[in-house]
Each structure stands twice: as structure tokens, then as C-alpha cells.
T-cell receptor
């Protein structure tokens, strides 16, 4: 079993819909990251969380440390949001701050 | 633009060859990370350097090595290349080496081994 699990693996939405991507982890973490990877391959860091909730524009990320669960929400989705969204964690027991990644969620937003 | 640069963008080579991938971190960042993204393994951590010294090691093969130079740029050397080494190689940087440092990713180097 992977230490970081994401769901769903694939998600198709219509423009304007509210989207939720989930991430569960099975080990102690120091921080959780949400990343976005566009078709060209580049990776952009969206959020880094260790507790609570963060908001940036139409994106909201939440984390529940007790339940070992995080969600990424996109409000009023747009075709330009189409990308792979990756959850990654910094594990407590590792040295340094290397990331362990989920498999990603492929999001397609249709106009 | 994250401020992290990687060269080359694309690299095509043959099995058995050796290549060097280069990464320049964001100005002021002391820590550099290397990650590999392949179709079958997904994203995996390879190695981390902080201010010139190796800080953490992941699933890095013995055929691979890396270093961080005094000007903080880093190089990842891949030798005796195999078909399975074909992947996207990302470099990321952060200010410090601790757990709660946001990492900024470079555009990646796409390596194709024929």
C-alpha cells in the first residue's frame, strides 16, 4: 500500500463545477503539499500545509491531521484548471525534507 | 516561472552512455532536490543537497551521482544508461533544508534513452 493515496485517479468536470480531490496518508507527516503538473510537464507548488486551511484565489486546501486526510477544492472550475494534481508529504521520520508523492489526479474541465 | 532553471530541456542518448543534468536553484535557496518521474514509478525522490553537502538520499541508483557546487548549482550524473532510465528529471529548491520549506520546481529535463 502506498504511503500517500489520492482519489479519484481521473476526474472530468464541466466548467463552473466545484471540484474536490482527496488525499490520505498512512504515516506521520511534517507537512503536506499540493502540486499542479500541466501537460507540458512543469510542476507548480500550490499549497504547503501543516494544519488547518489555506486559500489562494479559487483554490482551497484543507488538512485534518487526526484523520490523516487532506482535500483540494477548486471553485468555479475552468478549462485552464485541467492538469494533474499531486499530493505529496514530508514524512516525519525521514531526514531532510524530501517529498513522498501520491499518484496524482488527472483533472479535465470541459467548456 | 519558479526561478529554478534546468538544462538541457531534452536529452536523447543511447544505452550505456553517460549524461549530466544541471540545475540552478532560486536565488537565495540553499537546498536542492532531485526527483525522477517515470511512467511506471511516478514521482520519486532521488537525493537532496544543502549548502554543498548531501542531506538525504532516496531511491537513487548506484549508477547515478550528484553534487552541489559552491555557487549552489547542482548536477546529476547518470551513467551506464539503460532504457528504464528514460524519465523526466526534476530539480527543486528551497531556502532551507527543514520539513516545512516550500519547494520550487524547475521545468524538468526529459531524458530519452534509445
Amino acid at each position: 500500500k502506498n504511503e500517500v493515496e489520492q482519489s479519484p485517479q481521473n476526474l472530468t468536470a464541466q466548467e463552473g463545477e466545484f471540484i474536490t480531490i482527496n488525499c490520505s496518508y498512512s504515516v506521520g507527516i511534517s507537512a503536506l503539499h499540493w502540486l499542479q503538473q500541466h501537460p507540458g510537464g512543469g510542476i507548480v507548488s500550490l499549497f504547503m500545509l501543516s494544519s488547518g486551511k489555506k486559500k489562494h484565489g479559487r483554490l482551497i486546501a484543507t488538512i485534518n491531521i487526526q484523520e490523516k486526510h487532506s482535500s483540494l477544492h477548486i471553485t468555479a472550475s475552468h478549462p485552464r484548471d485541467s492538469a494533474v494534481y499531486i499530493c505529496a508529504v514530508s514524512l516525519q521520520e525521514t531526514s531532510g525534507s524530501r517529498l513522498t508523492f501520491g499518484e496524482g489526479t488527472q483533472l479535465t474541465v470541459n467548456p | 516561472d519558479s526561478g529554478v532553471t534546468q538544462t538541457p530541456k531534452h536529452l536523447i542518448t543511447a544505452t550505456g552512455q553517460r549524461v549530466t543534468l544541471r540545475c540552478s536553484p532560486r536565488s537565495g535557496d540553499l537546498s536542492v532536490y532531485w526527483y525522477q518521474q517515470s511512467l511506471d514509478q511516478g514521482l520519486q525522490f532521488l537525493i537532496q543537497y544543502y549548502n554543498g553537502e548531501e542531506r538525504a538520499k532516496g531511491n537513487i541508483l548506484e549508477r547515478f551521482s550528484a553534487q552541489q557546487f559552491p555557487d549552489l548549482h547542482s548536477e546529476l550524473n547518470l551513467s551506464s544508461l539503460e532504457l528504464g532510465d528514460s524519465a523526466l528529471y526534476f530539480c527543486a529548491s528551497s531556502v532551507l533544508a527543514g520539513f516545512n520549506n516550500e519547494q520550487f520546481f524547475g521545468p524538468g529535463t526529459r531524458l530519452t534513452v534509445l
